[in-house]
């Protein structure tokens, strides 16, 4: 195949219709490290298969964070003002993770089930007193959105405003979320923002009368938390607290509601499913669990940016070439799992990249995620008795995260 026959990976639109499952799996087999150029980007190689995208990810120190994780070409000056966790290597990531993955590990988020139980119960409740009701926009969206809240002591109506933020930063590309659409108005002035994005402004404006707040008036809560020392006496800067507001808001709240709402078109697209997640012991629902997150696979890549020259499969990605990691490709590599395109929530083991497997860069809240995926679930199966789709489903306009934004269901509660 030429590279004319492969879906476009530098267009948004080509995701329209969902991940172009069959460019990437025809990528794995005949040019798993291709080169992409873009029409407004100087290009990029795309790794596809699992094996080299979990190695390539691994050395930091040749495939370096620091230089933008998104496709997008950005200025030193850029890349400086917009800087959060996900762009920097250790050691300066290692340091800024320590002070706020202590909140994310998994013991701390078991304390958290209650709270996720009496969001989605309550969530749940609320959509049996309707006929029909988009899955997204009752249940995925806003119970991380909430859980999200609680844990920064934020109100619930607060909560709502800092979510549409982050769609409007982390949907950036899609005009049912933006006014601002990077590939199709001129974003020219907030280029210094991250995402490009206005709606970042608006965080930063929040992040520091929050922190203005809390300075005056401690709280038991994640905010209060991420401006006190360590036990070394380090504490974020302001820059860093907004940045890791900006990465709350946005990224803390899409992945876990596209993931839900992939698990719910399994459901509808395959009734016996409920059935089978009902009589799920602890370690099954763990298995089907990690199950969904491969098969939903929300962010579908990272950029890195060559340190050095660097030789693979006969090729040489020169120092300076951006990289593309394609985890949407990897978690569907036959090479690595059996029947990659069955949904199998017994599967085990399940060594899914969907959380960045390999690399300094696993994802933060993804004990988070996993508790508020499993949670939802099963709240969901012991509540319903049949689920269907009603209209057709839409995808989210994005070649970054993919996710379906709108499923509109219909559903025989028991």
């Known amino acids: 195949m030429s590279q004319a026959d492969y879906a ?43 094996q080299d995208i979990f190695n390539l990810n691994k050395d930091y120190k040749t495939f370096s964070s620091a230089h933008g994780v998104r496709m997008e070409d950005m200025t030193e000056e850029e890349t400086e003002a917009r800087r959060s966790l996900l762009e920097m290597d250790p050691p300066e990531h290692t340091r800024l993770r320590a002070l706020i993955g202590r909140s994310f590990g998994p013991k701390v988020v078991a304390t958290y089930e209650d709270a996720i139980r009496g969001i ?13 009701f988009d899955f997204v926009q009752t249940i995925a969206r806003p119970l991380p959105m909430r859980m999200a809240g609680r844990l920064l002591g934020v109100p619930d109506e607060d909560g709502q405003m800092l979510v549409e933020l982050g769609d409007m930063m982390i949907a950036n590309t899609d005009p049912d979320f933006t006014d601002h659409v990077v590939d199709q108005v001129d974003t020219e002035e907030y280029r210094m923002l991250p995402f490009r994005s206005p709606a970042a402004l608006k965080v930063f404006e929040y992040a520091e009368e929050t922190a203005r707040i809390r300075r005056e008036h401690p709280t ?31 990224a803390g709240n899409d992945t876990t509601r596209y993931t839900m709402t992939y698990a719910m078109k399994e ?125 057709p489903h839409a995808y989210l306009r994005s070649n970054f995260i993919s996710g379906i934004k709108r499923l509109p269901v219909s559903v025989e509660w028991r």
């Not at 991940?19 to 799996?25: G, I, K, M, R, S």
């Not at 025809?26 to 298969?49: C, H, K, M, Q, V």
Request: aromatic share 10%; proline share 4%.
């Open 8 to 50: 476009d990976l530098t267009s948004h639109d080509a995701f329209l219709n969902g991940v172009p499952h069959d460019t990437f799996e025809a990528l794995r087999r005949d040019d798993p490290i291709s080169w992409w150029d873009e029409e407004d980007g100087r290009g990029f190689w795309s790794i596809t298969r699992y």
């Open 120 to 132: 989605a119960v309550e969530l749940l409740d609320h959509a049996a007193s309707h006929d029909e």
């Open 220 to 250: 038991d809560d994640l905010i209060n938390l991420l401006l006190s020392p360590d036990r070394d006496g380090e504490v974020l800067t302001d820059m860093e607290f907004k940045n890791f507001m900006v990465l709350m808001v946005s």
């Open 267 to 391: 459901l509808i697209d395959r009734p016996d499913l409920l059935d089978e997640l009902r009589h799920l012991d602890d370690a099954g629902w763990k298995m089907a669990v990690e199950e969904f997150l491969r098969w939903a696979s929300v962010t579908m890549h990272f950029r890195r940016t060559a340190m050095r020259d660097y030789d693979i499969h006969g090729k040489t990605i020169k120092q300076g070439d951006k990289i593309v990691l394609w985890f949407v490709s990897g978690n569907r590599d036959a090479d690595k799992f059996e029947s990659p395109f069955d949904l199998n929530v017994h599967r085990d083991p399940n060594p899914h990249m969907t959380f960045g497997k390999g690399g300094p860069h696993a994802c933060l809240g993804m004990w988070l995620a996993r508790m508020e995926v499993k949670v939802l679930l099963q709240e969901f199966v012991k509540r319903a008795a049949t689920v269907e789709q009603t209209e």
